[in-house]
């Protein structure tokens, strides 16, 4: 397996968990604040969204954040955003799923296209603490889904569900 491919991997992976734990959680809680502290699901799934445009489009492939989505969804749900209780403050739920689906997918397809010296060069303009080139920005992208699907594994159990197997 190439190095790409094992990127492209991780980031299906986490994304085939992520679905998995949010299959059975019924849409009339998704905007539910589980507990103190813990975004509601429709916040996790729109963070994943945002964070995905910031460390693979705007890093890997130089483009603007409005180039892949409204401002608005920066501000909803990136980095430093609060999660709100409610829907009122936030798109519709089939907007933020088909927006997870849609920037999840186009990602995937861009760097399926990247050469292994792509993968060296520096993502983004900003030092970041985790990685320094592409390569690993799209492997913190998969880390950083798979910390969130964690947070979803919870709150699946605060809404009584049963672990996943």
């Known amino acids: ?11 299906q992976t986490a994304r085939k968990w992520t679905k998995s734990l949010l299959a059975d959680i019924e849409e009339d809680r998704w905007f539910e604040m589980p507990a103190a502290g813990v975004g ?3 916040w996790q799934v729109g963070h994943l969204a945002a964070s995905q445009i910031v460390l693979i489009h705007v890093r890997c492939f130089d483009m603007a954040y409005t180039d892949v989505a409204p401002d608005a969804i920066r501000t909803s749900f990136g980095r430093g955003s609060t999660p709100v209780a409610g829907p009122a403050a936030y798109p519709p739920l089939t907007e933020i799923r088909s927006l ?15 050469t292994d010296c ?10 970041h603490p985790l990685f320094s080139d592409k ?8 880390l950083h889904e798979t910390f969130h699907a964690g ?13 996943l197997r």
């Open 135 to 142: 390569a690993g920005a799209i492997g913190t992208a998969a």
């Open 40 to 42: 509601h699901v429709a």
């Open 1 to 11: 397996m190439t190095r790409l491919e094992l990127l492209i991997d991780r980031l």
């Open 151 to 163: 947070q979803l594994a919870m709150i699946r159990r605060i809404f009584g569900k049963a672990p």
């Open 118 to 127: 792509e993968l060296d060069e520096r993502a983004g303009q900003e030092p």
């Open 100 to 114: 997870f689906d849609r920037i999840h997918d186009d990602a995937v397809r861009r760097i399926g296209g990247m």
